[in-house]
């Protein structure tokens, strides 16, 4: 019986940097964004839901590109590889990203409502990113 090999997670770690490029410098963006100690911006606390549709825009973006590289990179559509990755992994994140914002960070609390607005802007990303793939992959 073969042993697999200790290089097989940096071929897989490549292969992703390969094919997604865009999609992982989104995902590390978010993760900054939504960590740092952000400056007070005394102007867009006026406009009400600003802070929703920021994060409405930030993972329709991100899901969106996800689901132009996945067309870019392969013949065919995976449907449950794509729900996994391109909906319930994305939706996972938020959840996390909010977890930590409520218990590893001072200057941040996780909210419930951004978690809604984040799956809102995956869920977009996932209708337009289906028709697409739809579109390109019609037999």
């Known amino acids: ?7 097989a997670p940096i071929l897989r770690l490549r292969g992703l940097l390969r094919r997604y490029p865009l999609t992982l410098c989104c995902v ?15 102007a867009l606390e006026g406009i009400v839901g600003f802070d929703k549709m920021v994060h409405v825009a930030m993972y ?8 132009w590289e996945y067309a870019r ?10 729900v996994t990755w391109a909906i319930a992994a994305p939706i996972a994140m938020s959840g996390l990203i909010e977890l930590v914002q409520e218990y590893l960070t001072t200057w941040r ?15 977009l990303a996932a209708l ?12």
């Open 28 to 42: 590390a963006l978010i993760w900054y964004l939504c960590l740092f100690k952000p400056p007070s911006v005394s």
């Open 109 to 123: 609390g996780g909210d419930l409502c951004d978690f809604a607005a984040n799956t809102t802007g995956v869920l």
């Open 1 to 7: 019986m073969s042993r697999p090999s200790s290089s």
């Open 73 to 82: 990179c392969h013949r065919r559509s995976h449907g449950r590889r794509l």
């Open 128 to 139: 337009g990113g289906s028709l697409y793939l739809r579109r390109r992959f019609r037999p």
């Open 60 to 67: 329709l973006g991100t899901c969106g590109v996800m689901w």
